[in-house]
């Protein structure tokens, strides 16, 4: 009888002990990945911004500006690995409804990883661009440390450094920061009016960019909880600031945040238990029953042995 408890026990042991792995790397794994019917709507707003009114042609003050941003994956372009995701973003007054500009973007990431994977016509504003790095989202089980960011407007990696752990409406998220400072992105010509120069005709000047971005991450799945953008675009003719096209700080509204935090919440409660809690009682189990039945087994032929 004590053999066959102990047969069992081991048997129940090496179940558990083979369960640990396979709940973490195989049901973990096919659980980790960015679906492929991935659709989402955000709004950030920026209050007291000011941009200039191109068809006004007139810098407009203290205004409050909305970027309503449209991400759908492209369900036919993407594969089990890949997801190929397409991006519209349109910035305006929010009082008088004026678009001030629209951006465009496609490019295809790892599923797993949120990297960069060169395929399937990526672009920028309607323009091939080779994107490289991580793209919308992070890694599932971010990591408390910089990762290379792609950054739209210079069409460059620029790192996004980890700066700390941070709280968002009751969930545990870690704050990344990718700054760019004072980088030329084009040219843009203007009445030297319009640019406060003396003179007739136009003058022509660099177009500015900074930004400091920065994503609260929700580490078990690697989502931004919360964005914000706050940027500035100048034109300098001969070293000297002429005019502001756009300085506004864009943050994700109350309505993003609620979303992002509901679109996450069953990927960060189920995900922690497949990957570490059960297969970590499993190993515990399974060592416990197998050692268990061993020292059953070999004081059971200890008996038989003496009598």
């Known amino acids: ?157 620029v790192p996004m450094e980890f700066k700390g752990v941070e709280d968002v409406e009751g969930v545990e998220a870690y704050r990344f920061e990718q700054v760019v400072d004072g980088e030329v992105v084009g040219e843009r010509t203007l009445p030297r009016s319009v640019a406060g120069l003396e003179g007739d005709g136009d003058v022509t000047g660099d177009e500015v960019f900074s930004i400091t971005r920065t994503y609260w991450i929700e580490p078990t799945t690697g989502s931004p909880l919360k964005v914000s953008e706050d940027q500035n675009r100048v034109v300098v003719v001969d070293g000297e600031e002429v005019l502001t096209i756009l300085d506004a700080e864009l943050v994700f509204d109350d309505t993003s945040v609620q979303n992002a935090l509901a679109n996450s919440e069953q990927g960060r409660t189920v995900l922690p238990l497949i990957h570490t809690t059960i297969p970590l009682a499993a190993l515990i189990i399974g060592a416990g029953f197998t050692a268990i039945g061993v020292i059953l087994f070999l004081t059971g032929r200890s008996r038989d042995h003496h009598n």
């Open 1 to 157: 009888m004590r053999r066959t408890v102990a047969v069992v026990l081991i048997g129940f042991g090496v179940f558990f002990l083979a369960v640990a792995p396979l709940m973490r790397t195989w049901v973990s794994s096919s659980l980790m990945k960015t679906p492929l019917t991935y659709y989402s709507e955000t709004v950030n707003v920026a209050e007291g911004a000011t941009y200039f009114n191109i068809e006004e042609v007139e810098l407009v003050e203290n205004a409050t500006l909305e970027a309503h941003s449209t991400i759908r994956a492209d369900v036919a372009s993407s594969t089990d690995e890949v997801v190929v995701w397409d991006q519209f973003t349109w910035l305006k007054d929010a009082d008088t409804d004026f678009g001030i500009t629209s951006t465009s973007r496609r490019a295809g990431h790892d599923r797993v990883t949120g990297q960069a994977v060169d395929c399937c016509d990526s672009m920028v504003n309607e323009e091939s661009t080779v994107q490289s790095g991580q793209l919308w989202k992070f890694p599932f089980f971010t990591e408390q440390r910089d990762y290379d960011f792609f950054e739209t407007t210079v069409k460059e990696i």
